[in-house]
Protein backbone atom coordinates (compact mmCIF):
# COMPACT_ATOMS: atom_id res chain seq x y z
CA UNK A 1 0.00 0.00 0.00
CA UNK A 2 1.26 3.62 -0.71
CA UNK A 3 2.70 4.89 2.43
CA UNK A 4 0.67 8.02 2.18
CA UNK A 5 -2.57 6.36 1.79
CA UNK A 6 -1.64 4.42 5.37
CA UNK A 7 -0.68 7.64 6.47
CA UNK A 8 -3.79 9.20 5.15
CA UNK A 9 -5.80 6.50 6.84
CA UNK A 10 -4.23 6.18 10.39
CA UNK A 11 -4.82 10.35 10.52
CA UNK A 12 -8.62 10.37 10.28
CA UNK A 13 -8.72 7.80 12.54
CA UNK A 14 -6.86 9.84 14.93
CA UNK A 15 -8.94 12.91 13.76
CA UNK A 16 -11.74 10.79 15.03
CA UNK A 17 -10.42 10.14 18.85
CA UNK A 18 -9.64 13.95 18.37
CA UNK A 19 -13.22 14.99 17.93
CA UNK A 20 -13.90 12.52 20.93
CA UNK A 21 -11.25 13.97 22.56
CA UNK A 22 -12.60 17.63 22.57
CA UNK A 23 -16.19 16.47 23.48
CA UNK A 24 -15.33 14.69 26.09
CA UNK A 25 -12.95 17.29 27.81
CA UNK A 26 -15.53 20.27 26.91
CA UNK A 27 -18.34 17.67 28.19
CA UNK A 28 -16.24 16.87 31.35
CA UNK A 29 -15.14 20.05 32.51
CA UNK A 30 -18.57 21.75 32.32
CA UNK A 31 -17.50 24.42 29.13
CA UNK A 32 -20.21 22.61 26.81
CA UNK A 33 -22.84 24.56 27.51
CA UNK A 34 -20.08 28.21 27.31
CA UNK A 35 -18.62 26.96 23.64
CA UNK A 36 -21.50 24.66 22.19
CA UNK A 37 -20.77 25.80 18.95
CA UNK A 38 -16.95 23.97 19.11
CA UNK A 39 -18.90 21.42 20.98
CA UNK A 40 -21.58 20.81 18.11
CA UNK A 41 -18.58 21.37 15.50
CA UNK A 42 -17.07 18.62 16.45
CA UNK A 43 -19.87 16.36 17.52
CA UNK A 44 -21.00 17.16 13.28
CA UNK A 45 -17.73 16.13 12.50
CA UNK A 46 -17.67 12.87 14.46
CA UNK A 47 -20.99 11.59 13.01
CA UNK A 48 -19.96 12.30 9.52
CA UNK A 49 -17.18 10.63 9.71
CA UNK A 50 -18.32 7.78 11.55
CA UNK A 51 -21.22 7.36 9.06
CA UNK A 52 -18.68 7.45 6.32
CA UNK A 53 -17.15 4.81 7.20
CA UNK A 54 -20.41 2.40 7.50
CA UNK A 55 -20.93 2.65 3.89
CA UNK A 56 -19.62 2.19 0.39
CA UNK A 57 -17.51 5.21 -1.59
CA UNK A 58 -20.78 6.92 -2.92
CA UNK A 59 -22.80 7.11 0.46
CA UNK A 60 -19.50 7.93 2.17
CA UNK A 61 -19.30 11.00 -0.36
CA UNK A 62 -22.21 12.18 0.85
CA UNK A 63 -21.69 11.89 3.93
CA UNK A 64 -18.82 14.03 3.76
CA UNK A 65 -20.72 16.99 1.55
CA UNK A 66 -23.37 16.88 4.29
CA UNK A 67 -21.08 16.88 7.04
CA UNK A 68 -19.08 19.43 5.61
CA UNK A 69 -22.03 22.13 4.52
CA UNK A 70 -23.52 21.86 8.25
CA UNK A 71 -20.11 22.26 9.81
CA UNK A 72 -19.42 25.60 7.37
CA UNK A 73 -23.11 26.59 9.22
CA UNK A 74 -21.27 26.10 12.38
CA UNK A 75 -18.32 28.06 10.96
CA UNK A 76 -20.46 30.93 10.09
CA UNK A 77 -22.50 30.83 13.35
CA UNK A 78 -19.42 30.90 15.57
CA UNK A 79 -17.49 33.73 13.69
CA UNK A 80 -20.69 35.60 14.36
CA UNK A 81 -20.36 34.56 18.03
CA UNK A 82 -16.53 35.53 18.38
CA UNK A 83 -17.47 39.16 16.80
CA UNK A 84 -19.71 38.96 19.67
CA UNK A 85 -17.47 37.72 22.47
CA UNK A 86 -14.44 40.07 21.19
CA UNK A 87 -16.21 43.24 20.90
CA UNK A 88 -18.87 42.89 23.96
CA UNK A 89 -17.50 46.00 25.34
CA UNK A 90 -18.50 47.49 22.61
CA UNK A 91 -21.79 47.00 21.35
CA UNK A 92 -22.01 48.99 18.31
CA UNK A 93 -19.00 47.89 16.92
CA UNK A 94 -20.01 44.54 17.66
CA UNK A 95 -23.36 44.64 15.94
CA UNK A 96 -21.73 46.33 12.55
CA UNK A 97 -19.31 43.50 12.82
CA UNK A 98 -21.55 40.72 12.66
CA UNK A 99 -23.40 42.82 10.02
CA UNK A 100 -20.24 43.22 8.19
CA UNK A 101 -19.72 39.63 8.71
CA UNK A 102 -22.80 38.30 7.22
CA UNK A 103 -22.67 40.22 4.27
CA UNK A 104 -19.23 39.11 3.28
CA UNK A 105 -20.19 35.45 3.71
CA UNK A 106 -23.25 35.79 1.57
CA UNK A 107 -21.30 37.16 -1.09
CA UNK A 108 -18.51 34.32 -1.21
CA UNK A 109 -21.62 31.59 -1.21
CA UNK A 110 -23.14 33.44 -3.99
CA UNK A 111 -20.01 33.46 -6.07
CA UNK A 112 -19.05 30.14 -5.71
CA UNK A 113 -22.46 27.97 -5.39
CA UNK A 114 -24.17 28.86 -9.18
CA UNK A 115 -20.84 27.26 -10.94
CA UNK A 116 -20.91 24.34 -8.36
CA UNK A 117 -24.48 23.82 -8.91
CA UNK A 118 -24.37 23.68 -12.69
CA UNK A 119 -21.18 21.39 -12.73
CA UNK A 120 -23.52 18.91 -10.62
CA UNK A 121 -25.52 18.13 -13.67
CA UNK A 122 -23.03 16.39 -15.11
CA UNK A 123 -22.81 12.32 -14.95
CA UNK A 124 -22.34 11.17 -11.22
CA UNK A 125 -18.87 10.79 -11.17
CA UNK A 126 -17.92 10.24 -7.23
CA UNK A 127 -13.98 11.92 -7.70
CA UNK A 128 -15.44 14.87 -9.92
CA UNK A 129 -18.31 15.79 -7.74
CA UNK A 130 -15.43 15.77 -4.77
CA UNK A 131 -13.41 18.17 -6.40
CA UNK A 132 -16.41 20.42 -7.35
CA UNK A 133 -17.63 20.23 -3.94
CA UNK A 134 -14.18 21.35 -2.28
CA UNK A 135 -14.09 24.65 -4.75
CA UNK A 136 -17.36 25.95 -3.19
CA UNK A 137 -15.74 24.84 0.20
CA UNK A 138 -12.47 26.44 -0.33
CA UNK A 139 -14.14 29.60 -1.00
CA UNK A 140 -16.26 29.34 2.24
CA UNK A 141 -13.37 28.18 4.12
CA UNK A 142 -11.26 30.74 2.99
CA UNK A 143 -13.86 33.15 3.74
CA UNK A 144 -13.86 32.13 7.41
CA UNK A 145 -10.07 32.08 7.32
CA UNK A 146 -9.57 35.72 6.28
CA UNK A 147 -12.33 36.92 9.14
CA UNK A 148 -10.70 34.62 11.67
CA UNK A 149 -7.30 36.36 10.68
CA UNK A 150 -8.64 39.91 10.80
CA UNK A 151 -10.38 39.40 14.38
CA UNK A 152 -7.32 38.18 15.34
CA UNK A 153 -5.01 41.13 13.83
CA UNK A 154 -7.69 43.53 15.40
CA UNK A 155 -6.99 41.84 19.09
CA UNK A 156 -2.84 41.78 18.08
CA UNK A 157 -3.14 45.44 17.97
CA UNK A 158 -5.70 46.90 20.03
CA UNK A 159 -6.43 45.97 23.95
CA UNK A 160 -9.57 44.09 24.28
CA UNK A 161 -10.63 42.45 28.00
CA UNK A 162 -11.88 38.63 27.06
CA UNK A 163 -11.50 35.12 28.49
CA UNK A 164 -8.77 33.10 27.70
CA UNK A 165 -10.56 29.99 26.70
CA UNK A 166 -12.18 32.41 24.26
CA UNK A 167 -8.00 33.65 22.98
CA UNK A 168 -7.65 30.17 22.47
CA UNK A 169 -10.95 29.10 20.93
CA UNK A 170 -9.99 31.70 18.23
CA UNK A 171 -6.33 30.69 17.37
CA UNK A 172 -7.32 27.20 17.05
CA UNK A 173 -9.66 27.70 14.66
CA UNK A 174 -7.94 30.22 12.93
CA UNK A 175 -5.15 28.12 12.40
CA UNK A 176 -7.57 25.25 11.46
CA UNK A 177 -9.15 27.29 8.67
CA UNK A 178 -6.35 28.69 7.24
CA UNK A 179 -4.74 25.47 6.77
CA UNK A 180 -7.69 24.17 5.44
CA UNK A 181 -8.04 26.76 2.94
CA UNK A 182 -4.59 26.61 1.67
CA UNK A 183 -5.04 22.62 1.48
CA UNK A 184 -8.03 22.70 -0.26
CA UNK A 185 -6.44 25.55 -2.52
CA UNK A 186 -3.29 22.63 -3.43
CA UNK A 187 -5.29 19.63 -3.78
CA UNK A 188 -6.95 21.42 -6.77
CA UNK A 189 -4.09 22.66 -8.23
CA UNK A 190 -2.44 20.04 -7.98
CA UNK A 191 -4.25 16.77 -7.54
CA UNK A 192 -0.95 14.38 -7.60
CA UNK A 193 -0.13 15.48 -4.23
CA UNK A 194 -4.03 15.31 -2.72
CA UNK A 195 -3.19 12.35 -0.44
CA UNK A 196 0.01 14.34 1.05
CA UNK A 197 -1.67 18.02 1.14
CA UNK A 198 -4.86 15.68 2.88
CA UNK A 199 -2.70 14.53 5.36
CA UNK A 200 -0.76 17.46 5.90
CA UNK A 201 -4.24 18.86 6.66
CA UNK A 202 -4.90 16.26 8.88
CA UNK A 203 -2.16 16.11 10.81
CA UNK A 204 -2.65 20.29 11.30
CA UNK A 205 -6.25 19.41 12.43
CA UNK A 206 -5.37 16.56 14.78
CA UNK A 207 -2.82 19.01 16.38
CA UNK A 208 -5.77 21.74 16.81
CA UNK A 209 -7.79 19.10 18.71
CA UNK A 210 -5.27 18.17 20.55
CA UNK A 211 -4.83 21.63 22.08
CA UNK A 212 -8.00 22.52 22.26
CA UNK A 213 -8.54 19.43 24.44
CA UNK A 214 -5.78 20.17 26.60
CA UNK A 215 -5.77 24.48 26.98
CA UNK A 216 -9.48 24.64 27.28
CA UNK A 217 -10.54 24.25 31.09
CA UNK A 218 -12.45 26.14 33.76
CA UNK A 219 -9.13 28.65 35.07
CA UNK A 220 -9.14 29.57 31.46
CA UNK A 221 -12.20 31.50 32.05
CA UNK A 222 -10.32 34.47 33.62
CA UNK A 223 -9.92 37.32 32.01
CA UNK A 224 -7.21 38.45 29.92
CA UNK A 225 -6.29 41.80 27.99
CA UNK A 226 -5.27 41.07 24.25
CA UNK A 227 -2.90 43.99 22.44
CA UNK A 228 -0.20 46.30 23.17
CA UNK A 229 0.29 44.80 26.73
CA UNK A 230 4.11 45.73 26.05
CA UNK A 231 3.61 49.45 25.81
CA UNK A 232 0.78 50.85 28.64
CA UNK A 233 0.51 54.20 27.23
CA UNK A 234 -0.32 53.09 23.47
CA UNK A 235 -2.43 50.60 24.64
CA UNK A 236 -4.70 53.07 26.51
CA UNK A 237 -4.33 55.43 23.54
CA UNK A 238 -6.28 52.53 21.81
CA UNK A 239 -8.62 51.82 24.23
CA UNK A 240 -9.92 55.21 24.03
CA UNK A 241 -9.80 55.35 20.06
CA UNK A 242 -12.13 52.12 20.52
CA UNK A 243 -14.60 54.21 22.64
CA UNK A 244 -14.80 56.89 20.47
CA UNK A 245 -15.36 54.47 17.48
CA UNK A 246 -18.22 52.58 19.50
CA UNK A 247 -19.39 56.07 20.48
CA UNK A 248 -19.14 57.12 16.06
CA UNK A 249 -20.78 53.41 15.30
CA UNK A 250 -23.60 54.53 17.79
CA UNK A 251 -24.56 57.35 16.42
CA UNK A 252 -24.39 56.60 12.86
CA UNK A 253 -26.49 53.62 13.34
CA UNK A 254 -29.47 55.58 15.05
CA UNK A 255 -29.06 58.11 12.41
CA UNK A 256 -28.01 60.85 14.80
CA UNK A 257 -25.59 63.59 14.39
Not at 5 to 27: C, F, I, M, P, R
Not at 127 to 137: K, P, Q, T, V, W
Not at 190 to 197: L, P
Not at 225 to 250: I, K
Request: some cysteine; overall charge positive.
Amino acid sequence: MDPFSTLETWLNYLNLAGDVAVVLALAGRKLARVYRILLLYFLVDLLASLLGLGFDRRYAYQAYYVGQAVKWILAFWFILDLYGRVLAPHPALAKFGRAAVGVLLAVAVAVSLPGFLLELYRPYDPDLNFFLFSRFERTADSAVAILLLLISAFLVWYPVKMRRNVVSYLAGFTVYFTVRAVGLTAMDWWRIYFQQVDAAVLAVALGCMVFWAVVMRPEGETQTVSGHGWNPQEAERLSLQLDHANEWMARLLRGGP
